[in-house]
């Protein structure tokens, strides 16, 4: 039954590459399949509530990089200070590459004042990882609702991957 649906699908899929291939030269198949899986445009009201998570994301993260900044002021390990240190330096360089990539999508900007930092509620340097781990995974999966976010999310996800890192490296002693 499956096999059967999966090959009509297969010829429609091959049919409609092939009215696409009449209608666009081929330097803009890509924006045509764009187009027919957004539609004519880019519906305004989801951006809203994606700016609106962008925007709690990035209070967020100035939270997160304040809290790592005290931890590693406080600390009495060298190695949680040395890792602090590396993790405050790369949640400030996505962050910026994260609002950046962003607000290039969207046509958005942050105003002064708007970014007012939303700290986390515990003070332990692993618990902080996993709420910059979650935050992170909450977000790629908001955006990726939206193909236009598809460079947003893969700069999240060069986030991710580095806390993951962080998360094994802070296993260490």
């Known amino acids: ?71 590693h002021w406080s600390t009495k390990s060298n190695f949680e200070h040395e890792q602090t240190d590396m993790l405050i330096g790369a949640v400030m360089s996505f962050e910026d590459e994260i609002a950046e990539a962003f607000m290039g999508v969207c046509g958005f900007r942050f105003k002064p004042g708007e970014i007012v930092p939303m700290f986390p509620q515990c003070n332990e340097y692993k618990d902080v990882i996993k709420i910059l781990s979650n935050i992170t995974l909450y977000m ?18 060069d986030l991710y991957a580095y806390v993951n890192k962080m998360t094994y490296l802070s296993t260490q002693e």
Not at 22 to 39: L, N
Not at 142 to 152: P, R, T
């Open 140 to 157: 790629i999966n908001k955006l990726s609702s939206n193909i236009v976010f598809l460079g947003v999310i893969d700069k999240l996800e």
């Open 1 to 71: 039954k499956y096999l059967k649906i999966w090959l009509i699908m297969e010829i429609i899929d091959k049919e409609a590459l092939h009215k696409l291939a009449q209608k666009y030269s081929q330097e803009s198949m890509a924006s045509a399949v764009i187009d027919i899986v957004m539609g004519d445009s880019i519906v305004e009201d989801d951006n809203s509530d994606m700016v609106e998570s962008m925007v709690m994301y990035i209070r967020t993260l100035e939270g997160i990089r304040i809290r790592l900044k005290e931890i």
